[in-house]
């Protein structure tokens, strides 16, 4: 069972513990991974947004720019004398070049004419050549953009003439196009602006503007500013190629796309920070979840090794005898069938065999329950250490047990087995202090001569244990065909029993009991008879035991009672005695079935005698004395049948208020002749005066028995000798001529002779 146990809490260990704490795992990673993972969205989230303001705030830097360019670009003088091309270069140089580098430190600037001829490249420094043809190509875009606007914004009016009527963007009055480009390495926001005339007004037709281009050089200086713009801590300057790891970086671009430069910053990470400040938290919570979770499991597998164990507690309790714990009926049954299953030819035979304690009855009822647990666990016992391992012993019912023999050679092995029990069964059992001897009968049925099915088998082993209690108990019986053929026999009598009961098949017959006083008959017995159709007359020493073993004893043993009261009118002056077996003596309503048969034929209870064995005392002694005492009390005589056959204890006699005494007639038979038979004889007439019971000598078959009895002064007399039992009508002169000498015997020996 243990073993049985820990496999079945390894499999729940298996099923339900390791899925738990898999899922458990499972969900606390999940939940950690979701929270980095949103940690990570968020910073990115941030930086994009830093990039995004990074960026804005580039653009107004660049808008500043443009916004700066305006006075210079947007002026009238400017736009004519850009017209005017070459010849005016020096006044643009000084004009508008000079002034946004002194006004607003445009450092460098270039002026190209409406052809796109450079007419001013402005150094602050005095540098002559910075202006390369790879500058020009990256500003292509952006001026030509700035000029197509500028020939756009030319509106037709309705006199013929352009009016240059352009539309701005935000708060600038020029047109403009802005960006970052390289010069000699180094990177510089630069803005396009058309010059334009201020009066907004030109007369001429539409022609590409001149433009102005400004670059303002992107140091340290308007970093600085663009951190404060935006924000952002610290921003650094790196080749575009040079990624500093750890920091958001966004990468400017020039006109044509190609990388100016790139620009880092340490970015908040927000996420990241809310990640710190929940992770210990989180971890705590991991913790207690684990904890909570181990506990809890810990509870499952208790309540489960618990459940299991009383599981198996409760099947086993449902299998075992609880007194001895051997296997009970229905788990005998059980394993009876498994064996049978497995039977192959090589294996031997299967011997199945019932056990019943001899007379277990008397233990019980003589020293108690609790001495007779003693007794079934000492045989259990016994039991138990001689049935092979391969074999099973079970308790089927109080004093009954049931083995099974597996794997046996022969039936001599069998044989051997069942000796072993008897001999183990020899030492005396000791009880409460006093030493026991118990018997047993075994019935065995045998597989596959027998049968081979488990019913089959039991019924079979139940016959030959009826065989061995018949034949004398303490001792084993193999099963037979021929005892088969007795149970259907014993089972077809009981049927046509049952049948000639209710058809009043029956008959009495009664034999006159003597009186040795004064040769008169004073009382008559009624003993059943049956003559069957074709079996002819049948015993009741036969049939009587049958009728007690098929529950048909009740309504026999009325019958006969209502029969004597009946007849018993015929002899107004003899008591008439009925034999009441013990199964009907002890029926609840036997009292009431008396009296109500007495009234309904009118006899007096006194005139009735009860006869009861011994056997009737079997268990329930108070109930007996009490049925005894009622039928005292009603004025009915009872007789104690057959003393001497039994156990014959005298402590009955003291305790239960007998009437009569009938000797059993085999004290009688040795009577004529042998001393120690009369000794005997004359001690339970000694004894009848003395407990002041009528006795009654039965089976009287000889003068010289009935002589001897007289003589020591037995007061009745029954028996052949007197008279056979016979038929109302043929005992009638009987009795009528009883007491008056001659008449009589020439009646009596008729009927003995009969
Ligand atoms: P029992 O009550 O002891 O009856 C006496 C038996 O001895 C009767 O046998 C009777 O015929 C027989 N008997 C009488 N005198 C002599 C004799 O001189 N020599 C010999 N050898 N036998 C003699 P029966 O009628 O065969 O009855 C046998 C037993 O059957 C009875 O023994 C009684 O125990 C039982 N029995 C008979 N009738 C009834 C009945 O109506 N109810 C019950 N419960 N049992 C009955
Ligand atoms: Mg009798
Ligand atoms: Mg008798």
New binding site residues.
């Given amino acids: 069972m243990e073993a049985g146990n820990s496999i079945k809490n390894g499999r729940i260990a298996n099923t339900i513990i390791m899925p738990v704490i898999g899922i458990v795992v499972l969900a606390v990673l999940f939940v950690f991974a979701m929270l980095v993972w949103s940690s990570r969205l968020t910073d990115e989230a941030a930086v994009s947004s830093e990039r995004m303001l990074l960026n804005e705030s580039i653009q107004l830097q660049l808008d500043q720019i443009a916004k700066q360019q305006e006075g210079a670009a947007v002026w009238d003088d400017a736009f004519f004398r850009a017209e005017r091309g070459l010849e005016n270069r020096d006044w643009l140089r000084h004009h508008v070049s000079a002034w946004l580098a002194e006004g607003y430190g445009h450092s460098r600037s270039l002026i190209l004419d409406s052809d796109r001829n450079v007419l001013v490249a402005f150094d602050r420094s005095g540098e002559a050549s910075w202006v390369s043809e790879a500058l020009l190509n990256a500003l292509k875009g952006p001026i030509a953009r700035v000029r197509a606007r500028y020939i756009n914004s030319f509106v037709l009016t309705p006199s013929g003439t352009y009016k240059f009527q352009p539309v701005y963007r935000n708060y600038h009055h020029s047109l403009f196009e802005t960006g970052l480009v390289r010069i000699e390495s180094a990177p510089y926001y630069f803005t396009v602006t058309a010059i334009a005339p201020d009066l907004h007004t030109i007369g001429s037709d539409r022609e590409p503007p001149s433009v102005v281009i400004s670059f303002v050089p992107m140091n340290s200086l308007s970093l600085g500013r663009l951190a404060e713009m935006s924000g952002l801590s610290s921003i650094t300057a790196t080749q575009p190629a040079n990624v500093r790891p750890g920091m958001a970086d966004v990468v400017l671009k020039d006109p044509n796309n190609a990388s100016v430069i790139r620009l880092n910053w340490e970015p908040k990470r927000p996420g990241t920070d809310m990640l710190n400040r929940i992770l210990p938290v989180m971890v705590i919570l991991a913790l207690a979840v684990a904890v909570l979770t181990a506990v809890l499991l810990n509870y499952a597998r208790q309540s489960t090794r618990k459940l299991a164990t009383s599981e198996a507690k409760a099947v086993y309790a449902s299998q075992h005898d609880s007194l001895t714990g051997l296997p009970n009926r229905d788990f005998f049954n059980d394993l009876l069938k498994q064996s049978l299953a497995s039977i192959d030819e090589d294996r031997g035979l299967t011997a199945v065999v019932y056990i019943d304690l001899d007379h277990f009855k008397d233990i019980n009822d003589t020293l108690g329950h609790a001495a007779g647990d003693e007794v079934l666990r000492a045989v259990t016992a016994r039991l138990r250490a001689i049935v092979p391992p391969t074999g099973t012993v079970a308790r089927i019912s109080g004093d009954e047990f049931a083995m099974v023999l597996n794997q046996c050679s022969s039936r001599a092995l069998i044989e051997y087995q069942l000796s072993r029990v008897q001999d183990e069964l020899i030492r005396p059992v000791k009880v409460a202090g006093t030493e026991l001897f118990v018997s047993l009968s075994m019935g065995a049925a045998v597989a596959p001569m027998d049968g081979s099915g488990a019913g089959e088998l039991l019924r079979k082993a139940d016959i030959a244990l009826y065989d061995a209690k018949a034949n004398g108990r303490g001792r084993w019986s193999f099963f037979d065909p021929s005892m088969e053929e007795y149970v259907q026999t014993r089972d077809n009598i009981a049927r046509e029993l049952r049948r000639a009961i209710d058809n009043d098949a029956l008959a009495?017959?009664y034999?006159p009991q003597m009186s040795s006083k004064t040769g008169k008959i004073t009382a008559i017995?009624?003993?059943?008879r049956w003559t069957h159709p074709e079996r002819g007359p049948i015993?009741?020493?036969n049939f009587?035991p049958i009728a007690e073993e098929t529950g048909l004893?009740n309504d026999?043993?009325l019958w006969?009672l209502r029969r004597a009261c009946r007849d018993a009118h015929l002899w107004p002056d003899v008591m008439i005695s009925?034999?009441?077996?013990p199964t009907?003596f002890r029926h609840p309503r036997f009292i009431d079935q008396l009296i109500e048969t007495l009234a309904s034929y009118d006899l007096p209870p006194s005139r009735l005698e009860i006869?009861v064995?011994e056997s009737v005392f079997a268990g329930k002694d108070m109930a007996v004395l009490n049925v005894m005492k009622r039928l005292r009390e009603l004025g009915i005589k009872i007789a104690l049948?057959?003393f001497g056959s039994g156990y014959s204890s005298l402590s009955y006699l003291r305790r239960f208020p007998f009437d009569i005494l009938?000797i059993d007639?085999d004290f009688i038979l040795p009577a004529g002749d042998s001393p120690q038979a009369q000794a005997i004889l004359r001690t339970i007439i000694d004894l009848g005066e003395a407990l002041d019971m009528t006795v009654v000598a039965?089976?009287?078959?000889t003068q010289e028995q009935m002589e001897f009895l007289t003589s020591i002064g037995c007061e009745r007399l029954?028996?052949?000798?007197i008279s056979?039992?016979g038929p109302a009508q043929e005992i009638a002169p009987v009795i009528a001529g009883s007491g008056f000498g001659d008449q009589f015997k020439i009646v009596t020996e008729q009927l003995r002779a009969g």
């Fill in positions: 009495v017959a034999q017995e009624t003993l059943v015993s009741p020493a009587v004893i026999l043993g006969v009925v034999n009441i077996s009907q006869e064995t049948d057959d009938k007639r039965e089976g009287i078959e029954q028996g052949y000798y056979r039992p």
